[in-house]
């Protein structure tokens, strides 16, 4: 497709050798755009795309004036259509996405349509890095054990993706054991400026040429946002819209406001990208920025690495941003080259940036933002956050005062910090707040060599000072890329680490998924049958209840080197500035300061071991895998040859009776409640996450089909099973229907038999007696990671609607994508305030043909007692697109659909 090009901006760039086609900013500026120089790098990058993609349809030159216009109110209701360069997976949210794709095929057939249109349009690398479960530690074996385990259990799903990368053009998968996606993209397959041969119109003529861009992505994990370190525009959607965008659909959002977040001065001694991060996220989540860009500029920068940089980026997320930007600067380009990028794209990247007004130096301006905060790095202390939520930062001064409260007032246990209990058989006791896992896990720390050699420089001290772990700690190391686990060998650190358990167990997102794997039965036991709270420190970005394994409730993000540092200590009732982590051989009191390393050690440990070397051998052979891939034998087709029995994939019913043309949407009748849920229900209360129960309905399932309970593995490698993960979907272990006051799981009360029932047992009952239902929720409802499970299992359990206080920016979206609508109550109203307590029915009209976004439909609320209440409700179906993904049954279902005619 050829750009209109309406603002005459098409311009020629020669780099080397070479001459690209590119769409000036500034030559925009001077044709209609007026101001534009002054906008915020990240809408820069959002402007550009507009330019480039000006069809008269889907950008108009309307949409591009609002850009320009956006200068004068910094905020905007303007809808665009986003492309993205490129799509980014994970094999937990990618599997689903690729069985949907399969599932098109086999359904473009039915419709008599070619199966061959089924492709991506965009270039997709699914990297498998969520399967590894750590099962084995604290030993040099455990590596190869934990990888055996992994393919063991995981064949199905490999087999799945391998006849994928064969199938489909346009895909490439990232063998597992290779490390996390979001490490692989900054390390390995972001290039910040991309190019690719396509037309554009100069001085009138349409010519083929080589057109250079903003390298730009989604992703089917929230925390693609890592790359917006690396000056890449890219966050998290949810499977759903990640399968639309890789087949050609654009990327619907409203203009968005941009909070500029100023940084001065540079952090203290012994102060760390993690304690920086997670003072970010505090000051952001308390301002409010959900749906809205962040963007990084001021002084401040200049001495933050663009590790350092990715890890404020990663956790987006959890401060509640669409992404966290980082302009193009001189170290992005030194990263690039470190890094082994060719010499030609560093040169490209530099030449692009400084030609469109993208490249920040020390005397650019600062650009137009929507709001300021200001942060003086030097104010920023070493901390942690828990025990349930990132924001929740504590000074590492005030940790032990801090666990001490929160088993008071969050776990109702006043009085008991001293509690303890004998462990059977294995000579030690346990008590509240000991910290019974200990894990440097990938995702926000992992990419960043200061905190991982960090850890291994206070390893090594603590080892020479006779200190060890404590022996209820569980320890893992599990790096983002095998680049760390190469420095860390090379820099002779992973040895200490070795000698404190924390032995390599994979690469691989671990522990901050659910992947931390059982704690010894002994220790289980002892914290279930006396009702402890034990804890868990970990260096990752999640620490949700029942996120991080079932028996620790308890959480507490940290740097790397706190980690370490608590294993040693063992408990979170622990004083680091006053208590000794142990004594030495002369019987010296060791205290925390005397084993951290300093900036300078830590300095010339990078310098030393983090070459450019390691990153181009590790990363010359990616797509290869190891010898375990290698043997997973693949049978080729069109179409893929669905196994009945597989217990890991299935061929999903969305598109059964499917016809060509959509039939009309119907109003929501007689409805019953199947939830009343509180603020902050995450996408982890929703959606099938972590260990599978035998007792509950999925756990019968498996059962029912022949799989052993040890064979069970985990929800996130079954979502490609919509039988698993539909009766998975609201039975996280924390989650509280208040319709059932007291009670922690997926349980609710079935109308008008008023009996107790599993979620998925009574939505399944609904359905039988044709009763659509609805679910109505607080403040915060989807926040975490884009889990499309947590809308497509909501489908499928024959809920209409979500009516809530608030919704998460990716899920709203989902749960349009899968035909549900979502609501909100007018400012002041909850179903609190309106006294429910589920035994209810709900009537919602207007949901037919004259519907329009964000239009105030009345919802009929009848009681028990036969009385109406009359409430208005805001439809947050937000844009036009989003409306056509509803009226079609769901996003799949309208790309379908065009794609058949």
């Not at 462990?423 to 008590?431: K, Q, T």
Request: a positive charge; hydrophobic letters at 40%.
């Amino acid at each position: 497709m050829t750009a209109i090009d309406s603002f005459k901006c098409t311009r020629t760039l020669k780099v080397g050798t070479k001459s690209y086609v590119y769409y000036s900013l500034p030559a925009a500026e001077k044709n209609g755009l007026k101001g534009i120089s002054r906008l915020p790098f990240s809408m820069k990058v959002l402007l550009e795309n507009l330019l480039r993609h000006e069809d008269g349809r889907s950008v108009t030159k309307d949409d591009i004036l609002a850009v320009a216009a956006w200068l004068k109110k910094r905020t905007s209701n303007r809808e665009i259509a986003f492309r993205p360069a490129r799509v980014l997976m994970q094999d937990f949210t990618g599997v689903p996405a690729v069985v949907d794709l399969a599932a098109m095929r086999d359904a473009m057939k039915t419709l008599g349509g070619d199966p061959k249109k089924i492709n991506p349009l965009v270039p997709v690398d699914l990297v498998i890095d969520h399967s590894v479960i750590i099962n084995y530690f604290g030993d040099n074996d455990a590596f190869k054990k934990n990888v055996d385990e992994e393919y063991k259990q995981n064949q199905e799903r490999y087999k799945f993706l391998k006849w994928a990368q064969r199938s489909f053009e346009n895909f490439r998968v990232v063998p597992p054991g290779t490390g996390i996606c979001h490490q692989v993209n900054l390390e390995y397959l972001s290039q910040t400026v991309w190019s690719a041969k396509g037309e554009a119109t100069i001085g009138g003529k349409t010519v083929a040429a080589e057109i250079a861009y903003p390298d730009t992505l989604v992703g089917t994990d929230s925390h693609t946002t890592m790359v917006n370190g690396l000056s890449v525009l890219g966050w998290g959607v949810g499977g759903i819209e990640a399968e639309a965008a890789m087949l050609g659909q654009p990327y619907s959002m409203l203009l968005p406001e941009v909070v500029g977040f100023r940084l001065d001065g540079k952090l203290q001694e012994g102060v760390t990208a993690t304690d920086l991060v997670l003072t970010v996220t505090q000051m952001l989540r308390k301002r409010g920025v959900v749906g809205k860009f962040v963007e990084f500029f001021g002084p401040g920068l200049a001495s933050l690495s663009i590790a350092d940089r990715a890890t404020i980026g990663n956790m987006a997320p959890e401060y509640g941003a669409t992404c966290g930007f980082f302009p193009v600067d001189e170290d992005t380009l030194e990263f690039l080259l470190g890094t082994s990028r060719g010499a030609h794209r560093v040169a490209l990247v530099k030449a692009y940036a400084k030609a469109q007004g993208m490249y920040r130096t020390r005397n650019t301006p600062d650009p137009v933002f929507t709001d300021v905060l200001k942060l003086d790095l030097a104010k920023v202390e070493p901390s942690l956050a828990g025990p349930k939520r990132p924001q929740d930062r504590v000074p590492l001064k005030k940790v032990k005062a801090g666990f001490e409260a929160a088993l008071a007032e969050e776990f109702g246990k006043a009085g008991e910090i001293g509690k303890r209990v004998e462990v059977d058989g294995r000579g030690h006791d346990l008590g509240h707040g000991d910290v019974v896992i200990a894990a440097i896990t990938s995702c926000t720390n992992t990419s960043n060599p200061s905190v991982m050699l960090g850890a291994g420089l206070l390893a090594k001290k603590a080892v020479e000072k006779g200190l060890k772990v404590k022996p209820w700690v569980k320890t893992s190391l599990a790096p983002g890329s095998q680049v760390v686990g190469e420095y860390l060998a090379k820099s002779g650190l992973q040895k200490s680490l070795d000698k404190l358990g924390f032995n390599l167990v994979g690469f691989g997102c671990t522990t901050c998924i659910g992947n931390s794997g059982p704690l010894p039965a002994e220790i289980s036991k002892a914290i279930n049958e006396n009702d402890l709270v034990a804890a868990a420190v970990l260096s990752g970005n999640r620490n949700f209840e029942g996120r991080v394994n079932p028996d620790v409730r308890a959480n507490y993000l940290a740097s790397p080197p706190l980690v370490v540092a608590y294993a040693i200590a063992g408990n979170m009732n622990f004083d680091p500035v006053k208590t000794p982590l142990g004594v030495d051989k002369a019987g010296k009191k060791i205290f925390l300061k005397d084993i951290w390393p300093t900036s300078k050690e830590i300095a010339a440990a990078v310098k030393k071991s983090v070459t450019k070397q390691i990153f181009t051998k590790k990363y010359a052979n990616v797509f290869e895998g190891d010898a375990n891939w290698s043997k997973i034998a693949v049978k080729g087709g069109l179409t893929y040859a669905w196994d009945g029995k597989s217990t890991y994939v299935q061929n999903p019913p969305y598109f059964v009776g499917m016809g060509k043309a959509p039939e009309a949407t119907t109003d929501i009748v007689e409805a019953r409640v199947l939830g009343l849920f509180l603020d902050s229900i995450t996408t982890d209360h929703i959606s099938p996450a972590g260990s599978i129960k035998v007792t509950s309905p999925a756990g019968q399932y498996l059962i029912d089909h022949k799989v052993k309970p040890l064979d069970f593995n985990q929800y996130g490698t079954r979502r490609g099973n919509h039988e698993v993960m539909m009766r998975g979907t609201f039975a996280n272990i924390r989650i509280k229907n208040q319709m059932v006051p007291g009670v922690e799981g997926g349980v609710t009360i079935h109308y008008p038999s008023k009996e107790k029932l599993p979620i998925y047992d009574a939505a399944m009952r609904y359905k039988s007696e044709n009763v659509p239902l609805v679910v109505f929720a607080g403040k915060e409802y989807g926040t975490g990671s884009s889990r499309d499970w947590a809308a497509k299992g909501t489908a499928l359990l024959g809920i209409r609607a979500v009516v809530a206080q608030s919704f998460e920016r990716i899920h709203r979206s989902n749960l349009i994508g899968m035909g549900v609508v979502p609501l909100v109550f007018e400012e002041g109203t909850s179903w609190q305030t309106l006294g429910l307590k589920g035994d209810e029915r709900v009537t919602l009209r207007g949901l037919g043909g004259d519907l329009k976004p964000r239009q105030v439909l009345e919802a009929e609320i009848t009681g028990a007692n036969g009385k109406v209440k009359k409430v208005p409700l805001i439809c947050r179906i937000d844009t036009l697109d989003e409306l056509e993904y509803f009226r079609n049954g769901g996003i799949l279902h309208y790309v379908l659909r065009h794609l058949a005619a």
